[in-house]
């Protein structure tokens, strides 16, 4: 044993208190978001025993998030309204008491708020002050209770969706709640994944006998994992509430009339539409041809990491596919499959890193030029409809209308009789009253709705669409595969991702592919000496350099201060000891050096301009800047943020809470940079990213950024909820679950940094 | 206009015709901070990738003038004038541009850690001007204000580290470029920027959001 003192426990066992604590009592509940005239709760009443498991169910929009948030204490974290009534859990507001009621939200990792596994787990303990001797058996037990059994040093980001699920349960389960609540918890995940959440949930919460509620749409498989079934109404009143069979069968017609998938139903029908009408297609090949095949198609993945290693992850693996003119063809598979990526090869959005992509001639701009990867913006727009999996992300226009029309706007044709047929599609999909609103302010089936019908508005002759029906309920369901079918019909050739029985029962062609095997455990590298070196003492040696503006003068200097640079970055990337030779440090040392020595060329042109065209002052002027860049360019890709937010708190004395949230969204860095090249795909695919020349590439960069930001604030308010939740809010002081502590390595860092500007005052 | 504060439908003060952050200013929500950490970290992206497509513009203005190559250096003001016209609450300016700042060295830039000193005189700088406001007025000329002073203190740090060699009439006319291209492209983009994204709705939890809101009650 490591450690053998005795190790105080504040918390509780969560064994001895079995059945005893979790009594939730919701009295005449009520909330109206500032600017709603409608309520989104009604005077919500009803009362749970310990230990109790309830299924909360209702149509879309009403109100079963805001009741999970009202029961986790969170209901101000995400809008400002009126509230009136109470929520009492064991007698107390259960914002008053964080950590005892805890919440796991619908969208994968949308509660991820640090880059390990040990580290997210920990931060509902860090904000309570647990003792770090504390904190890490617990951290270790509830990562273990959710089977998460990967190094709890782990990333985040290699986490799988229903991994990502877990986690967020073991980040809930470590504070030891007494109730714990699940807001659509396997909504987005296929079959196989669902199933291993819900038993991962329902063995924690037998053995710790917690109070359970669970929000959920797709009735089916909770059923049996619950005593009871609460429902709430359209209004957001409390219709029902008793033993789940008996309201099953009182309520389950009207449930299903609102569009909850209620066990035992029978499979919904696509709707009869066709959003196209009286548009003309344009190249549509004729039925069954080859609308556009793919041959023997690799993509391999290189996603960067903060830290700055690559990861290369093989996506799609020898695939071939020839998607057909008026047939629908499904792509399936577990989750990590390539299905997505498989798509963005056909869509000519992904460039695949071997084989082949043929578009059938009919669509090709040219005869010759067949590979859609190579096709502009507008070519690629007037072959193709694509819908992302995310909706929200799909929008390159302000207002539902300007959503339909957007494509055929881009694609040059006359839109003003376009109009009427607008309006009139917008009826169909229910959204008749929202032409002139924004689409990203309609809710997530009115999105999905538009989307779909927005990608196939001009009738282009392909269809792609990533997993469409995932997460709706059963009246959007319809509509979507509704689109989708009537576009079939017209003749395009279709093609889904998808985990939806219905769906893959439904279609003309299945492709069914399998994970690539995922690496094993990577061998450990030999660390570096920079990584070595505390992340602060990295940034001050580099910052230490400031002065040699002003004191290098001479060739001389510069390159006497560069030679010494020099021989500290070899002992910096030098990694000593056992393990691998890590690999790839001199190719990312020249491809990080390249930008500071553009600039120090930037630098000493101007200067040599200015300076009556005299070379010297230039060369000193390029090297003096390049004296000053190039060690951080050396030294950043080892700073590790998460250490650096830890020595800011505790060595700087900067606020915990600033601190940890910008950690927080630096751990989504790099989910950021995927949504960056998701909005540039999807503008180039609805037509609208062509343009040459400064202004256009201007308008193209404000478009992404404004789209950019939009997307990422978007989910500031799930991730402001979920770090509530676990007891966020009311934090003054905190404590962190690893040691900040002071190196040998960081003093060498130091005066390192001090040897550069010695010498060059020294020459 | 009316200078009295008032208590508006959406809980909030108003001053004038400003929705303002809730009392007392200094504490921060958790919204508050995870929103301005993702315009942090949101600007870094377009900040790096403006590193990269800035070069021919600037290039170009430089051999006309080379001061004028302020003009292309106005863009890395944007976030600290956001940050504040977003959250409005002292210290989001600064908060913003920082982070803005050190998340555009992450992926390799030309400046090298020298980004995170200019981020910080930035951020002050915006911070300055939303402060002589007293945080009560987040129009466009609070923006045109802060995106101006964003630009004085990293001025004068660039002549000492990047433009040593500038004898003193182009370094005055350097800072100057930069303050009106702060004001214009920071300042005046920025505030157009801010109502463009409180239109979709991603702000409805923050003053902007909810002063949209406002003005759509009273019209």
């Known amino acids: 044993m490591p450690d053998q003192r005795p190790v105080p426990d504040p918390l509780p066992d969560p064994l001895s208190d079995h059945g005893a604590a979790g009594a939730v009592v919701v009295d005449g509940l009520t909330w109206r978001p500032y600017g709603r005239a409608a309520v989104v709760l009604d005077g919500v009443s009803f009362a749970l025993p310990p230990g109790r498991r309830v299924l909360l169910a209702g149509a879309s929009g009403s109100g079963k998030s805001t009741l999970l948030r009202a029961l986790a204490g969170v209901l101000e974290s995400a809008g400002a309204g009126e509230a009136s009534g109470s929520v009492r859990v064991d007698g107390a507001d259960p914002a008053a008491a964080p950590g005892s009621v805890g919440l796991v939200l619908q969208e994968p990792g949308s509660a991820v708020v640090a880059s390990s596994l040990e580290r997210d787990t920990a931060f509902g303990l860090e904000n309570l002050q647990t003792p770090p001797e504390v904190m890490r058996p617990a951290v270790r037990a509830a990562l273990e209770a959710v089977g998460l059994t990967m190094p709890t040093d782990s990333s985040t980001l290699a986490l799988s969706g229903g991994e990502q699920q877990r986690l967020a349960l073991a980040g809930a389960l470590v504070m030891h709640p007494d109730v714990l609540l699940l807001d659509e918890p396997t909504a987005m995940l296929d079959d196989e994944t669902a199933q291993v959440v819900r038993s991962v949930v329902d063995a924690v919460v037998r053995e710790r006998g917690l109070t359970l509620v669970v929000a959920e749409h797709r009735l089916g498989p909770w059923v049996d994992l619950v005593d009871d079934l609460l429902v709430l109404g359209a209004g957001g009143a409390v219709l029902a509430f008793g033993p789940v069979q008996e309201v099953l069968a009182s309520h389950g017609p009207s449930l299903l009339a609102e569009g909850v998938w209620v066990p035992g139903a029978p499979d919904p029908v696509p709707a009869h539409l066709d959003v196209v009408a009286g548009i003309p297609a344009v190249g549509m090949p004729p039925a069954g041809a080859a609308t556009m095949t793919a041959e023997q198609v690799t993509v391999v993945h290189r996603t960067r990491t903060l830290h700055g290693t690559p990861r290369t992850t093989t996506a799609v693996d020898a695939a071939s596919l020839e998607v057909r003119a008026g047939r629908t063809t499904a792509l399936v598979g577990p989750s990590g499959s390539g299905k997505s990526s498989l798509l963005g090869v056909l869509a000519g959005l992904v460039r695949p890193t071997a084989g082949t992509v043929t578009a059938h001639r009919d669509l090709a701009p040219e005869p010759t030029r067949t590979d859609p990867a190579n096709w502009s913006s507008a070519e690629l727009a007037a072959a193709v409809a694509w819908v992302p999996q995310n909706a929200t992300r799909s929008f390159v226009a302000d207002t539902a209308r300007g959503e339909l029309l957007a494509t055929s706007a881009a694609l040059g044709r006359d839109i003003e009789p376009l109009r009427a047929r607008a309006d009139s599609v917008l009826e169909i999909l229910g959204l008749a009253g929202a032409a002139d609103t924004d689409p990203r302010r309609l809710s997530s089936g009115e999105q999905r709705r538009l989307a779909v019908a927005a990608a196939l508005f001009h009738a282009p002759a392909l269809v792609l669409a990533d997993e469409p029906t995932v997460g709706q309920d059963r009246q959007t369901w319809s509509v979507v595969m509704g689109l989708v079918d009537g576009a079939r019909r017209r003749g395009a050739a279709v093609a889904m991702s998808t985990h939806d029985p219905v769906v893959i029962g439904s279609a003309d062609a299945i492709l069914a592919l399998t994970a690539a095997p995922r690496g094993g455990p990577q061998p450990q590298a030999a660390r570096t000496l920079v990584e070595r070196v505390g992340p602060l003492a990295s940034l001050a040696a580099v910052l230490l350099l400031l002065p040699l503006p002003a004191l290098v003068h001479s060739v001389r200097q510069a390159l006497a201060a560069l030679a010494v640079e020099t021989l500290w970055a070899v002992v910096a990337l030098a990694a000593p000891g056992p393990g691998l030779r890590p690999t790839g440090r001199v190719r990312r040392l020249v491809a990080r050096l390249a930008a500071p020595a553009l600039g120090a060329v930037f630098v000493g042109w101007s200067s040599w301009l200015l300076g009556g065209h005299d070379l010297t002052i230039a060369l000193v002027a390029a090297l003096r800047v390049l004296a000053l860049v190039a060690p951080g360019a050396i030294v950043l890709p080892y700073v590790d943020p998460d250490a650096l937010g830890d020595q800011l708190c505790r060595w700087l004395r900067l606020p915990a809470r600033p601190v940890v949230a910008a950690g927080a969204v630096l751990s989504r860095f790099q989910a950021l940079t995927v949504l960056w090249a998701e909005i540039s795909a999807i503008r180039r695919v609805r037509g609208v990213a062509d343009g040459r020349g400064s202004v256009a590439r201007f308008r193209q960069l404000a478009a992404t950024t404004v789209a950019l930001l939009t997307g990422a604030l978007a989910s500031a308010t799930t991730l402001a909820v979920a770090m509530d939740a676990r007891g966020f809010a009311s934090v003054r002081r905190r404590t962190w679950l690893h040691p900040a502590v002071w190196r040998p390595g960081d003093l060498v860092a130091l005066l390192a940094g001090l040897s550069v500007v010695l010498t060059a005052a020294a020459f | ?219």
């Not at chain 2, 890395?76 to 555009?104: D, I, K, Q, Y």
């Not at chain 2, 009439?169 to 920027?193: F, P």
């Open chain 2, 1 to 219: 206009m009316s200078t009295t504060s008032n208590r508006t439908a959406t809980g909030l003060t108003t001053r004038g015709r400003y929705v303002l952050a809730s009392r007392p200013l200094a504490r921060w929500r958790t919204i508050d901070l995870v929103v301005t950490a993702f315009l942090g970290v949101a600007f870094g992206l377009a900040y790096w990738a403006w590193g990269i497509a800035y070069a021919a513009p600037s290039t170009a203005l430089s051999t006309i003038f080379p001061p004028l190559a302020g003009i292309t250096g106005a863009p890395w003001l944007m976030a600290g004038v956001v940050g504040g016209l977003v959250v409005r609450r002292p210290g989001a300016a600064l908060f913003a541009e920082t982070l803005a700042a050190v998340v555009s060295m992450i992926p390799g830039t030309k400046w090298g850690v020298e980004v995170l000193i200019s981020g910080l005189l930035q951020g002050i700088g915006a911070e300055i001007g939303f402060a002589i406001l007293g945080y009560a007025a987040f129009g466009l000329g609070a923006a045109l204000l802060a995106g101006a002073l964003s630009a004085p203190l990293e001025a004068v740090y660039e002549w000492f580290v990047y433009w040593t060699d500038w004898d003193l009439g182009y370094k005055v006319a350097y800072l100057a470029i930069l303050t009106a291209a702060g004001a214009v492209i920071a300042g005046g983009l920025g505030y157009l920027l801010t109502r463009g994204v409180a239109r979709t709705g991603a702000l409805d939890m923050l003053p902007p959001g909810q002063e949209l809101r406002e003005h759509a009650l009273g019209a």
